[in-house]
T-cell receptor, first 114, second 113 residues
Framework: AQSVTQLDSQVPVFEEAPVELRCNYS??????LFWYVQYPNQGLQLLLK??????LVKGINGFEAEFNKSQTSFHLRKPSVHISDTAEYFC????????????FGTGTRLKVLA | NAGVTQTPKFQVLKTGQSMTLQCAQD?????MYWYRQDPGMGLRLIYY???????DKGEVPNGYNVSRLNKREFSLRLESAAPSQTSVYFC????????????FGQGTRLTVV
């Protein structure tokens, strides 16, 4: 079975500062990894995904994430955040074989301060 | 192109009442999912349907039933609502396991009093 851990429930950061949101996963098989963003009162939308190949993945809005198999991590980074990045961010995992489950972490609320 | 449509957007129920949350997608996706979102707990998978004609339990299925009516529609039923089912419910769909992005509806905010 797969699981996802997001250790930081809230991350405050000043505008134009860098940010890292942490995600660790657990799985006995190879996985696909994702980051989604949820703005207030909206559904989730995909930021980026890792399927295979290069471990550094670039997404929308200047975000990127790095897949680290040895540390079972997929941390999300942005070098300079904007007020508009204030949202909740979810890490998710699915498997390319076996179960069709699509499992999410508990989310990290990013608050960008002026 | 509507994507994933959920109805209703808001609902208040009394304890013990029943209701069905509707979800429809127009992207010809094979897999569909129901999640609930609660503060501090993220999105928890209630039920999913890998393909038309199949449904499986997720992480928190107790108190819910689902129906995959056809390829487009996947409904979630609360037979006897409880205050613990107060939550925001999201439906999502994916084309297949290999096409891995999930598309989400706007959510249904359900309050059980």
């Amino acid at each position: 079975a797969q699981s996802v851990t997001q250790l930081d429930s809230q991350v405050p950061v000043f505008e134009e500062a860098p940010v890292e949101l942490r995600c660790n996963y657990s799985s006995s098989v190879s996985v696909y990894l994702f980051w989604y963003v949820q703005y207030p009162n909206q559904g989730l939308q995909l930021l980026l995904k890792y399927l295979s190949g290069s471990t550094l993945v670039k997404g929308i809005n200047g975000f990127e994430a790095e897949f680290n198999k040895s540390q079972t991590s997929f941390h999300l980074r942005k070098p300079s955040v904007h007020i508009s990045d204030t949202a909740e961010y979810f890490c998710a995992v699915s498997a390319p074989s076996g179960t069709y489950k699509y499992i999410f972490g508990t989310g990290t609320r990013l608050k960008v301060l002026a | 192109n509507a994507g994933v449509t959920q109805t209703p957007k808001f609902q208040v129920l009394k304890t013990g009442q029943s209701m069905t949350l509707q979800c429809a997608q127009d992207m010809n996706h094979n897999s569909m999912y129901w999640y609930r979102q609660d503060p501090g707990m993220g999105l928890r998978l209630i039920y999913y349907s890998a393909s038309e004609g199949t449904t499986d339990k997720g992480e928190v299925p107790n108190g819910y039933n689902v129906s995959r009516l056809n390829k487009r529609e996947f409904s979630l039923r609360l037979e006897s609502a409880a205050p613990s089912q107060t939550s925001v419910y999201f439906c999502a769909s994916r084309r297949s396991r290999d096409n891995t992005e999930a598309f989400f509806g706007q959510g249904t905010r359900l309050t059980v009093v």
